[in-house]
């Protein structure tokens, strides 16, 4: 009877194993004392029981074999996120690119065309040196942005239809277009696009992303992966945090246009009457 109840807890101990999945080592470990309390009830009469030490290395080998997969699935999604962050910066990389490239052509159209007009001072040689010097501003944005991978925009984004309305998401864009940034994350994988507070250019892009997730960090949604920059926070308490942490914000929009998702209830609420 000592081997076959022996046999039977350690069959019973290796499914638990084998079934563990991450997060759910309790799960398992209530499944294995449930065996272990079926043998003492069945072997009380020979005062049989699995002895409190094994027991304890059992269950222990469900909570290291629950931790391994919890840190094999965080390494994938940390594998996962830099993926995706490796794919965004060479984006930005080929916008700055391309953009450079269109300012360059644009800048020898107009030097050749104030090569054609000569030395005349007139009103549109003034207008092609005006837009000449736009131009060169411009390239020079560009090469600064190439070079400083610090600068970009710091974006405050909520989703009221997918998240509720007291949930936003923090991040920063080296974009070109920070838009194309924001439409990426309202795509297909939410119901409803996302709703843009602030668009906030810095040359510390990354340096103000950073503190605003520090003094939201209580708030924080996900405490393990902190790639997923989304917090229990209204855009009016972001607002007051930035402005402190960035000085005056040209533009911020506090309340949420959400569109499509006022207009889905509106349409539910007719269709319900």
């Known amino acids: 009877m000592s081997k076959l109840f022996l046999n039977a807890y350690n069959a019973e101990a290796e ?20 065996m272990s309390n079926r043998i003492e009830k069945n072997g009380d009469m020979i005062n049989l029981r699995i002895t409190p030490t094994y027991r304890r290395l059992r269950e222990q080998e469900i909570e290291l074999a629950s931790r391994h997969l919890e840190a094999v699935k965080q390494a994938k ?19 700055l690119q391309k953009e ?5 052509k644009e800048h020898q159209h107009y030097l ?3 090569a054609m007009l000569g030395e005349a001072d007139s009103e549109e040689a003034a207008n092609i040196k005006r837009l000449l010097a736009e131009v ?3 390239i020079k944005d560009v090469d600064y942005r190439q070079a400083n991978v610090r600068a970009g925009y710091v974006y405050v984004i909520s989703n009221i239809g997918a998240f509720g309305p007291n949930m936003i998401k923090i991040g920063m864009t080296r974009r070109l277009d920070p838009m194309d940034r924001v439409r990426e994350l309202g795509d297909a ?14 040359e510390d892009a990354v340096g103000v992303e950073a503190e605003l997730h520090r003094r939201f960090a209580s708030q924080r949604v996900n405490k393990v992966n902190l790639r997923r920059e989304y917090f229990y926070a209204t855009p009016t308490d972001v607002k007051r945090e930035l402005a402190d942490i960035a000085g005056a914000l040209l533009e911020f929009v506090a309340e949420p246009e959400a569109e499509q998702f006022r207009l889905s209830q509106a349409m539910a609420t007719s269709d319900a009457s």
């Open 15 to 34: 499914n638990c194993v084998k079934m563990t999945k991450a997060g759910n080592a309790k799960t398992a470990i209530e499944r294995l004392r449930r």
């Open 77 to 95: 999604e940390a594998e996962r996120e830099e993926r995706a962050r490796l794919r965004e910066e060479k984006k930005a990389q080929q916008e």
């Open 100 to 104: 450079r490239e269109r300012l360059e």
């Open 112 to 114: 050749n065309a104030l």
């Open 136 to 138: 060169e501003k411009g």
């Open 189 to 202: 994988s939410v119901p409803f696009g996302f709703d843009v507070h602030a668009l906030f250019f810095s």
